[in-house]
C-alpha cells in the first residue's frame, strides 16, 4: 500500500491512512509513504537556497518544515511515543541542517546532495506514519528505506539494482510480515551498494512500492492517492472527466509516460514483468472493505483483458524542447533505439524523411541526451511545444478507432496542431499543440471521445 504526498500532508490525511491500514491489516499490507504533501519541493528550495550561499533563508524554511512536521506528528503520536518523535525529528533536522552547511561550502546544488536533501522528506514521513499507526494499535515497524533500495549511482534519477534489492527487501520484510508485523518505509529514496543516498526521480514512490511488491510477491500493488483513480484525462484541467475501470500494463506505461502524474512509469516495469496488479485508489473515498472489497474499486492495471476498443485516456505534458533528429544514412532504427532508451524523458513523436521528432520535457537531461543522439544523428534542438496524447493499446489492432480518434481530434479543433505519430510503448495518437490552445483541446477531445454512457468512450 504506497500513500502519496497528498494522503500524508497533515494529520487529519494520516489519520485516514491508518484507518485504511486497519481495515486491511488481514491482507498483511507492506506500507510505502512519500514525503508530506509539498516537502520535497520545499527541500529542493532549500537547498537551491543553500547553494545561492543564502543561508539564513535556507535556516528559515527549514524551521518551517520542522514546524509543519512537528505539529502534524504530535496530533498523531501517543505520549509513550513521545521521546521516540522528538529525537527523530531532532535527529533528521539536525543532519538536514548540516547537509545545508554542506551545500552552502560547495556553493552549488550537486546531484548527490540534492539526493540527499529530497531524502529527508521520505524519511520522517515513514517515521511518523509509524507513530502514527502504532497509536491506533497497530504493530508498525519503520524500515530505513536507503538500507533496502539498491541503486546504480545515477543521482536524481537512479535504477535500482534489483538483485541486491530484492534480496534485501525479503531478507527485512517478510519476518515482519510473518510475525503480524506492520512494515513501513518511504519511497523514493535508496541508496547505492556503497550506502550514498540516492533518488529514484521525482513523483518515485509509486516505482518503490512496484519494486517492494514484485519483490515480495505481493498480491496486489495499491497506489493510494487523492483522485479515484486513472481517469479519461487530468481532473484539474477537466473535472468531468471519468474513472477508468481497467488498463493493461502498456497502456498504463503510456499514459504514465505521457503526462498522467497519477502514476510513475518506472512502476509498470517491475510490475509488468511480474504481472502484478497495480490498483490505483482514493484515500479521500476508501471503500470499507467489512463490506465491498477493494476490488472493485478504483483502476486495475493488469495483464490485458478483451474490453471492447476505445480510447482509454487523454494525457498531456509540456516539454522543454523539441529536438529534430536526422540521421545519418540508414541510422533511423539507431535513433529510435537510442530514443527508447533515453525514455520517458524523451518522447517519440514520429519520423518523416529520414528525421526523427522527439519532445524532451527536462531541461537538466538535455546535455545527456545531446550526447547519446549526436552519436547517431544530427540533432536541432528547437523551442518545447505541448505535446496531447490519446492513448488505447487498441489503435493498434484496426484502422476503424484510430480513424475515428483522428476525427474527433479534428473536430476538436485540432486541424491546426499537427498529429505526428503513433507512440512506443502502445498505441498513442499525439497532437503537438500550442501552451495556449492546450485546456481548449484536451477539454473538446473529452467530450468527444468519453460522451457516451459509464465511462466508456465513443469512437
Ligand atoms: P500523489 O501525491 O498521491 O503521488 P500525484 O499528485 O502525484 O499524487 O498524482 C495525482 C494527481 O495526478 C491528481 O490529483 C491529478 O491532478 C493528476 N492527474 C493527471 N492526469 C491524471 C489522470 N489521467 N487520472 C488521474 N489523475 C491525473
Ligand atoms: N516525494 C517525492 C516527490 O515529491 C516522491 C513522490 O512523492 O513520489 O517527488
Ligand atoms: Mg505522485
Same mark, same amino acid.
Given at each position: 500500500m504506497k500513500f502519496g504526498g497528498s494522503s500524508v500532508e497533515a494529520a487529519p490525511a494520516i489519520e485516514r491512512v491508518v484507518e485504511i491500514v486497519r481495515a486491511r491489516l488481514a491482507r498483511r499490507p507492506v506500507v510505502v509513504v512519500s514525503a508530506m504533501g509539498k516537502t520535497t519541493r520545499r527541500l529542493?528550495?532549500?537547498? !537551491?537556497?543553500? &547553494?545561492?550561499?543564502?543561508?539564513?533563508?535556507?535556516?528559515?524554511?527549514?524551521?518551517?518544515?520542522?514546524?509543519?512536521?512537528?505539529?502534524?506528528?504530535? @496530533?498523531?503520536?501517543?505520549e509513550p511515543d513521545r521521546a521516540r518523535l522528538d529525537a527523530a525529528l531532532a535527529g533528521r533536522f539536525g543532519e538536514l541542517r548540516r547537509t545545508v552547511s554542506e551545500i552552502v561550502a560547495a556553493r552549488a546544488l550537486a546531484p548527490r546532495l540534492a539526493d540527499e536533501v529530497a531524502a529527508y522528506g521520505e524519511l520522517l514521513a515513514s517515521e511518523i506514519l509509524t507513530l502514527a499507526l502504532r497509536?491506533?494499535?497497530?504493530?508498525?515497524? %519503520?524500515?530505513?528505506?536507503?538500507?533496502?533500495?539498491?541503486?546504480?549511482?545515477? %543521482?536524481?534519477? @537512479?535504477?535500482?539494482?534489483?538483485?541486491?534489492?530484492?534480496?534485501? #527487501?525479503?531478507? &527485512?520484510?517478510? =519476518?515482519?510480515?510473518? /510475525?503480524?508485523?506492520?512494515?513501513?518505509?518511504?519511497?523514493? $529514496?535508496?541508496?547505492?551498494? /556503497?550506502?550514498?543516498?540516492?533518488?529514484?526521480?521525482?513523483?518515485?514512490? !509509486? %516505482?518503490?512500492?512496484a519494486i517492494v511488491g514484485a519483490a515480495l510477491d505481493a498480491e496486489e500493488v495499491q497506489i493510494w492517492t487523492d483522485v479515484d483513480g486513472m481517469l479519461t484525462t487530468d481532473p484539474r484541467l477537466v473535472p468531468a472527466a471519468r474513472l477508468i475501470r481497467t488498463l493493461s500494463f502498456a497502456e498504463a506505461l503510456e499514459l504514465a509516460s505521457a503526462g498522467a502524474k497519477v502514476l510513475h512509469p518506472g512502476t509498470?516495469? =517491475?510490475?509488468?514483468?511480474? +504481472? #502484478?496488479?497495480?490498483?490505483?485508489?482514493?484515500?479521500?473515498? =476508501? $471503500?470499507?472493505?467489512?463490506?465491498?472489497?477493494?476490488?472493485?474499486?478504483?483502476?486495475?492495471?493488469?495483464?490485458? +483483458?478483451?474490453? =471492447?476498443?476505445?480510447?482509454k485516456s487523454i494525457a498531456f505534458r509540456r516539454n522543454a524542447y523539441l529536438l529534430r533528429a536526422t540521421a545519418e544514412d540508414g541510422a533511423g532504427a539507431a535513433v529510435?533505439?537510442?530514443?527508447?532508451?533515453?525514455?520517458?524523458?524523451?518522447?517519440?513523436?514520429?519520423?518523416?524523411?529520414?528525421?526523427?521528432?522527439?519532445? #524532451? !520535457?527536462?531541461?537538466?537531461? #538535455?546535455?545527456?541526451?545531446? !550526447?547519446?543522439?549526436?552519436?547517431?544523428?544530427?540533432?536541432?534542438?528547437l523551442a518545447g511545444r505541448p505535446v496531447v496524447s490519446l492513448v488505447s493499446e487498441d489503435l493498434t489492432d484496426g484502422g476503424a478507432l484510430a480513424a475515428a480518434t483522428l476525427d474527433a481530434a479534428a473536430a476538436a479543433g485540432a486541424a491546426d496542431a499537427?498529429?505526428? @505519430?503513433?507512440?512506443?510503448?502502445?498505441?498513442? $495518437?499525439?497532437?503537438?499543440?500550442?501552451?495556449?490552445?492546450?485546456?481548449?483541446?484536451?477539454?473538446?477531445l473529452h467530450?468527444?471521445? %468519453?460522451?457516451?454512457?459509464?465511462? /466508456?468512450?465513443?469512437?
Open positions: 529542493l528550495e532549500i537547498g !537551491d537556497a543553500a &547553494a545561492r550561499g543564502d543561508l539564513g533563508q535556507a535556516h528559515e524554511m527549514v524551521d518551517e518544515l520542522r514546524e509543519l512536521h512537528a505539529r502534524a506528528a504530535e @496530533a498523531v503520536t501517543a497509536r491506533g494499535g497497530l504493530d508498525a515497524a %519503520f524500515l530505513d528505506c536507503r538500507t533496502l533500495i539498491v541503486t546504480d549511482d545515477r %543521482f536524481t534519477r @537512479a535504477e535500482p539494482l534489483y538483485e541486491a534489492t530484492d534480496e534485501r #527487501l525479503r531478507a &527485512a520484510v517478510l =519476518p515482519l510480515v510473518a /510475525e503480524g508485523r506492520v512494515p513501513v518505509l518511504g519511497g523514493y $529514496v535508496g541508496a547505492t551498494p /556503497e550506502g550514498v543516498t540516492t533518488t529514484l526521480g521525482r513523483e518515485g514512490s !509509486d %516505482f518503490t512500492a509498470l516495469g =517491475p510490475a509488468g514483468r511480474k +504481472g #502484478l496488479p497495480v490498483r490505483i485508489l482514493s484515500s479521500r473515498r =476508501p $471503500v470499507d472493505p467489512s463490506r465491498d472489497s477493494d476490488n472493485g474499486a478504483g483502476t486495475l492495471i493488469g495483464r490485458r +483483458g478483451a474490453a =471492447p476498443p476505445h480510447v529510435r533505439e537510442t530514443a527508447g532508451r533515453l525514455g520517458p524523458a524523451v518522447l517519440w513523436l514520429g519520423e518523416h524523411e529520414g528525421a526523427a521528432l522527439l519532445a #524532451l !520535457d527536462r531541461a537538466d537531461r #538535455l546535455p545527456e541526451v545531446l !550526447d547519446q543522439l549526436l552519436q547517431v544523428a544530427r540533432v536541432e534542438v499537427r498529429l505526428v @505519430a503513433d507512440g512506443t510503448a502502445c498505441a498513442a $495518437v499525439r497532437i503537438l499543440a500550442e501552451e495556449e490552445d492546450v485546456a481548449r483541446l484536451v477539454t473538446r467530450q468527444e471521445l %468519453f460522451d457516451g454512457p459509464a465511462g /466508456e468512450a465513443v469512437p
